[in-house]
């Protein structure tokens, strides 16, 4: 990774990019791990990501003129493209302006939606905790 600051922690993330996207991510980020007390934010590949266990969930990322965000799914793109006709959607991921107000109802379907792709998976993964 040349030239580019290795980030320890997401608030390290967060403080490298510029405040309107920090505020954008970190509301997203929210968002998102209000889903589940098992999820874990965690830097993978440089960036912010959501995990379950060592299943990947969530990423996002910031660039100069959106925030690209990922449920590490194309089903899940593929099944949400109507709720996600206002962004650009690419096969893996969906672009959103850089000051959006975070769509938490959207955020959290995309993830269960992304849960439920992985409870029925093959791979062996942790069983989550029922709510209490």
Request: contains cysteine; hydrophobic residues 40%.
């Amino acid at each position: 990774m040349s030239g580019a600051a290795k980030h320890l922690t997401i608030e390290a993330y967060l403080g490298s990019v510029e405040p309107v996207k920090a505020r954008t991510l970190r509301s997203i980020i929210q968002s998102i791990l209000s889903t589940s007390d098992e999820l874990e934010g965690v830097i993978a590949w440089n960036v912010p990501q959501i995990r379950l266990g060592r299943h990947y969930v969530f990423g996002l990322c910031a660039y100069k003129n959106h925030l690209t965000l990922a449920p590490w799914s194309p089903h899940v793109i593929e099944a949400f493209r109507p709720r996600l006709s206002p962004f650009v959607v690419r096969k893996n991921c969906f672009l959103v302006p850089v000051d959006w107000q975070a769509d938490a109802p959207l955020l959290i379907d995309l993830v269960k939606a992304r849960l439920a792709e992985l409870d029925e998976s093959p791979v062996p993964r942790p069983k989550r905790r029922s709510p209490q």
